[in-house]
C-alpha cells in the first residue's frame, strides 16, 4: 500500500505548454466540433454581438452623465460629428435598447456555446470509453483505474470548459481589451497613454505572484493525489481493514496528506490575497490616478464631465480584460495538458474493434500448445512457461496441477491472447490463435474463476452479460442448470435483485453459481474452471460442482485444480511445476506411481480430511 511516486503525479497533474505543439493539439481536439460547427458559428455572432453592446455602454453612461449634468453635445460626437445630440430621454431609450440586446445576445451565446460543448464532449467520452475498451490487457495493467477514470472525466470537463467558457471569453476579453483601449485612445489620447503606463506594471506583479500561486497549487494537487490513493486502497479493501481492525491505522495514513492540503492551501490564500490586494492596489490606484488627471481636464474644458466618466469605465474594461487574459492563459495551459492526455489514449493502438456485430466463428475445441514459451511483459528476466507441448482434444475434461505460481492459469490464459507468446503457438482446430480475430477467438471461451466480481446490477443483468441478446426465459433456464434458479426465487425482487458492487450481497457459492449460469449462457466451445470451488464451504461445493459439472458436458473443459476430489474423474491430469508438465496421466495412474508428485498431494489432501 505504498504512497504514489512523484513521477506518476506528476503524468496525472492537468498541465502542458501553449506552445505551437500544444496548440496544434488543442486544435486537434477542436475537430470534434466540426459537426456542429454551424451552431458555433452562430454563438461567435452572438458573442462578437454581446461584446459591442457591452463596449457601448459607457458611451451612452457618458451620455447620460452629460445630458443630465452639464446639458452638453452628446458623447457619441467624439465618434460622429455629424450625429444630433441626443436628449435625456433618447439617451435613456437608447440605453434599455442596448441593455436588453445585451440580455438577448448573452443569453443565445450560453446557450449555443454549452450546447456545442456538450454535444462535441459527449462525443469525446464515447470515443474515449469505446478505445479504452479496445485496447489489450497490459495497457490495463500499466495504468491505473483512478487515472483513466479521470480521463473521462476530469480531462474532458476541462476541455469542455474551454469550448463553453474560456475560449468564448478569452475572445471577448480581447475584444474588450483592444476595443476599450481605441475608444479611450478616441476620447484622450494624452490621458490614455497615462492609464497604459500602469498595466506594464500590474502584468509583471501578475506573472511574479501567478508563479508562487501555480507552485503551490501543484503541490496541493499532489498531496491532495496521495490522499486519494490511500481513500481508493482503503475503501477496495475495506473487508480487509475491518477485518484487522485497522481503521486508525488508516486515519493515521490519510489525515497527515490532508493536513499537509490545509496547509497548501492556506498558503496559496495568503497568496492569492496578495495578488487580489495587488490587483486592487494597481488597478484602482491607477484609476485614481488617471481621474485625478482627468479632473484637471475637465476644468480646463479639455474634455466634458461625460468623456470623463466614460473613460473611467473603459479603463475599468481594459483593465479587467488584462487581469481575466492571466486566468484563461493559465486554464489554456490545463487544457493543453489535459488535452494531450487524452490523446494519448486515443491514439493508442487498438486490439480490437467494439461493433454491434454479433457474428461468431463457432469453434470445435480441439486444442494445442506446441513448444511454448512465455515471461510477462514486466518481468522478461523470469520464465513462466517453458517449452510447452500439451494436446487436448474436442469435448475433453483435462486438470491443470500444481503449486501457487507454477503457471497453470498462465497457460489457461494464454488462450484469451492477454498476452503475447514470447515462442511457440497455441492452435485451436489446427489454426493458430493468432490468426483468429480476436473478438471470434474470445467468444469461444468461457471462464469461472475462483474469485467471482460480478457487476453492480441486478442477478437478470449479470447472467445476462455472458449473452446480451438473451431474452428472459433462456436466463431462467441458464440459472435452472447452475443450481441458482433456487436461491434467486427466494429473494424478493427475484432475478431484479441488486447484486451490489462487486456482488457484495451475494455469498461466495451464489456468486459462483451467477458466475456459472452467465457461462452456460455464452455456450462456449472451450471452458475454463480456474479453482472455481476451492474457496467454497462444502454444502456450496457440491451445489456448484453439480452445476459446473452440467456446464462442462460437451465443451473442451480446461479445469485448474486445487482441491483435488473435484478432479477424480477428469480424462488427463497434467502436474505443473515452473512451468513445465513433469507428470501426466489419469488420477487412477497417478495416484498409483510411487513417490509421484501426484501421489503426494493426493496423501497429504487426504490425510487433511
Known amino acids: 500500500m505504498a504512497r504514489r511516486s512523484r513521477k506518476n503525479d506528476d503524468d496525472d497533474a492537468p498541465k502542458g505548454k501553449l506552445n505551437k505543439e500544444g496548440i496544434g493539439q488543442l486544435m486537434d481536439i477542436f475537430r470534434y466540433i466540426l459537426p456542429y460547427k454551424w451552431v458555433y458559428g452562430i454563438g461567435m455572432v452572438f458573442l462578437v454581438l454581446s461584446t459591442l453592446t457591452a463596449l457601448a455602454f459607457p458611451m451612452f453612461i457618458g451620455a447620460l452623465v452629460n445630458t443630465s449634468v452639464e446639458n452638453t453635445p452628446g458623447m457619441f460626437s467624439k465618434f460622429m460629428p455629424n450625429l444630433p445630440a441626443m436628449t435625456l430621454p433618447t439617451v435613456m431609450k437608447a440605453l434599455l435598447v442596448v441593455l436588453i440586446l445585451q440580455g438577448i445576445f448573452s443569453y443565445f451565446r450560453v446557450l449555443t456555446f454549452v450546447y456545442v460543448s456538450q454535444k462535441a464532449m459527449a462525443d469525446i467520452r ?20 483512478g487515472a483513466l477514470v479521470s480521463r473521462i472525466t476530469a480531462d474532458v470537463t476541462q476541455l469542455e470548459e474551454i469550448l463553453s467558457w474560456t475560449l468564448a471569453e478569452f475572445i471577448r476579453q480581447v475584444m474588450t481589451l483592444f476595443g476599450g483601449a481605441l475608444l479611450i485612445a478616441t476620447i484622450s489620447g494624452r490621458l490614455s497613454l497615462i492609464m497604459l503606463t500602469t498595466f506594464p506594471l500590474i502584468i509583471v506583479g501578475i506573472m511574479f505572484f501567478g508563479r508562487y500561486i501555480k507552485n503551490l497549487s501543484k503541490k496541493t494537487q499532489e498531496e491532495l493525489a496521495d490522499s486519494n490513493v490511500i481513500v481508493e486502497e482503503t475503501l477496495h479493501n475495506i473487508k480487509t481493514v475491518k477485518s484487522f481492525t485497522n481503521e486508525k491505522f488508516e486515519q493515521q495514513r490519510y489525515f497527515p496528506g490532508i493536513d499537509q492540503v490545509v496547509k497548501y492551501g492556506i498558503n496559496t490564500g495568503k497568496y492569492r490575497g496578495l495578488l487580489s490586494t495587488f490587483i486592487i492596489y494597481g488597478i484602482f490606484g491607477g484609476i485614481i490616478f488617471v481621474l485625478w488627471y482627468g479632473i484637471s481636464y475637465v476644468q480646463t474644458g479639455a474634455m466634458t464631465v461625460g468623456e470623463l466618466f466614460t473613460f473611467i469605465l473603459y479603463t475599468v474594461y481594459v483593465g479587467a480584460s488584462v487581469g481575466g ?285
Open 126 to 145: 464515447k470515443d474515449l470509453f469505446s478505445k479504452m475498451l479496445s485496447l489489450r490487457y497490459t495497457f490495463f495493467e500499466n495504468n491505473r483505474v
Open 325 to 609: 487574459l492571466g486566468d484563461i492563459y493559465g486554464r489554456l495551459q490545463k487544457a493543453v495538458g489535459a488535452t494531450e492526455r487524452i490523446r494519448e489514449i486515443l491514439n493508442e493502438p487498438s486490439e480490437v474493434e467494439v461493433s454491434s456485430s454479433d457474428t461468431t466463428v463457432k469453434v470445435k475445441g480441439d486444442i494445442s500448445y506446441q513448444n511454448v514459451n512465455f515471461t510477462y511483459p514486466t518481468r522478461t528476466e523470469m520464465t513462466v512457461i517453458e517449452n510447452l507441448n500439451l494436446d487436448i482434444s474436442e469435448g475433453q475434461k483435462i486438470a491443470l496441477v500444481g503449486a501457487s505460481g507454477s503457471g497453470k492459469s498462465t497457460i489457461a490464459e494464454m488462450l484469451f491472447r492477454f498476452y503475447d507468446l514470447s515462442g511457440g503457438d497455441v492452435l485451436i482446430d489446427g489454426k493458430s490463435i493468432y490468426d483468429y480475430d480476436i473478438s471470434e477467438l474470445r467468444s469461444n471461451i468461457g471462464v469461472v474463476p475462483q474469485d467471482v466480481i460480478l457487476f453492480g446490477g441486478t442477478i437478470r443483468e449479470n447472467i445476462r452479460y455472458g449473452r446480451p441478446s438473451a431474452n428472459d426465459k433462456e436466463i431462467f433456464e441458464a440459472a435452472k442448470q447452475a443450481n441458482a434458479y433456487e436461491f434467486i426465487d427466494s429473494f424478493t425482487d427475484k432475478f431484479d435483485t441488486v447484486v451490489g458492487e462487486r456482488g457484495i450481497k451475494l455469498s461466495g457459492g451464489q456468486r459462483q453459481r451467477i458466475a456459472i449460469a452467465r457461462a452456460i449462457l455464452k455456450n462456449p466451445s472451450i471452458l475454463i474452471l480456474d479453482e472455481a470451488t476451492s474457496s467454497l464451504d462444502s454444502e456450496s461445493e457440491k451445489q456448484v460442482q453439480d452445476a459446473l459439472n452440467v456446464l462442462m458436458q460437451g465443451r473442451t473443459s480446461i479445469i485448474i485444480a486445487h482441491r483435488l476430489s473435484t478432479i477424480k474423474d477428469v480424462d488427463n491430469i497434467f502436474v505443473i511445476e515452473n512451468g513445465k508438465i513433469i507428470e501426466s496421466g489419469t488420477h487412477s495412474n497417478l495416484s498409483e506411481i510411487n513417490k509421484s508428485v501426484y501421489k503426494n498431494l493426493w496423501e497429504l489432501q487426504s490425510n487433511a480430511q
